[in-house]
């Protein structure tokens, strides 16, 4: 019992590290890890239910309706990485003096699981159900190429930007706080959150409760009634993920806050293969093998 919470603690850990890094999902290291479909039903454990049993003072419903045995661990382990790759080892700012590193751990850690589950589901991939890998490539590479447009700050939008970045953030290879940059809300309800601006903070966050509700069921239905479609799909979503953690690109930052954000990228191919390269090179396949190493150790795959 408590080998399988350590277990949970350590992939939390993963998840954890990877929401610190830009453009990198934890839905994505959740799927990587076999742990995707767990999440989706312990987010989905939070429901009408459960909130009749808060309602009615079931202390005993209230505390054993939700998948609290399989999401405690995991938020463990999230914090513990949040807070040790920001207070003790400072990845956002390695992220800036060696982007190559970093971006070469988890380009590898991608790769190497959407090899995995090519090979997991070839014998899918050759009949017609191929097409949905292909909408997935299609589908993350136009949300990739999107550009930031003007929007505006009525209460209704900024509703609508908690659904859009949750929901997001639920599916692998994309990033929430992409989406808010896209819509050009993420300085803004950063700045909102700072300065506990309430009037934009709590649309905000009714709208990441909404959207938490509406997606993780949607994608539920999916994984339950269309499995492998959908895992085709979000395969195809990480294959266009991997032009956005190319190690090697022109990055652009933005002061907000006092800090700087990254706010687009440029992938290029080195000319001459210095000494970031080959770590980089280093990197990428130190991430392949955690990944082939986590598939035979893990109880949970898909």
């Known amino acids: 019992m408590y080998l399988s919470k350590l277990k949970l603690v350590i992939k939390g850990f993963f998840i954890g590290s990877a929401d610190v890094v830009p453009g990198v999902s934890g839905g994505t290291i959740a799927f990587i890890l076999g742990i995707y479909p767990k999440l989706i039903e312990a987010i989905k454990s939070f429901d009408t ?41 400072s990845l956002p700012i390695l992220i800036q003096t ?37 909408l997935g490539i299609f589908f993350g590479s136009c949300f990739i190429s999107l550009v930031p447009v003007s929007t505006p700050d009525n209460s209704w939008f900024i509703f ?26 993420y300085s803004y309800i950063l700045d909102a959150i700072g300065y506990f601006k309430m009037s934009i903070v709590f649309p905000f966050l009714i709208g990441v409760f909404a959207g938490l509700i509406i997606f993780s ?26 032009y956005v953690v190319w190690p090697f690109q022109i990055r652009s ?26 770590y980089s090179l280093l990197m990428m396949l130190f991430g392949f093998t955690i990944v082939i190493f986590l598939s035979r150790v893990s109880n949970e795959q898909f």
């Open 49 to 89: 239910k459960w909130l009749t049993m808060i309602f009615s003072l079931n202390l005993i419903g209230i505390i054993h309706r939700p998948h609290f045995n399989f999401l405690v661990p995991l938020g463990i382990g999230i914090l513990i990485a949040i807070l040790f790759f920001t207070r003790v080892i």
């Open 98 to 134: 060696h982007p190559e590193i970093i971006y070469g751990l988890f380009f590898g850690l991608i790769f190497g699981s959407i090899i995995l589950f090519i090979c997991r589901y070839f014998y899918i991939i050759r009949s017609n159900l191929f097409v949905f890998l292909l």
């Open 160 to 185: 609508i930007c908690g659904i859009a970045s949750i929901s997001a953030m639920l599916l692998p290879g994309i990033s929430g706080s992409f989406i808010l940059l896209m819509l050009k809300k």
């Open 217 to 242: 069921r949607i994608i539920s239905y999916l994984l339950k009634y269309f499995y492998q479609k959908t895992v085709l799909f979000i395969t195809g979503l990480l294959i266009a993920s991997l």
């Open 253 to 278: 930052y933005e002061i907000i806050r006092g800090k700087e954000k990254l706010i687009t990228s440029i992938p290029y191919v080195p000319e001459s293969f210095d000494e970031s390269f080959f």
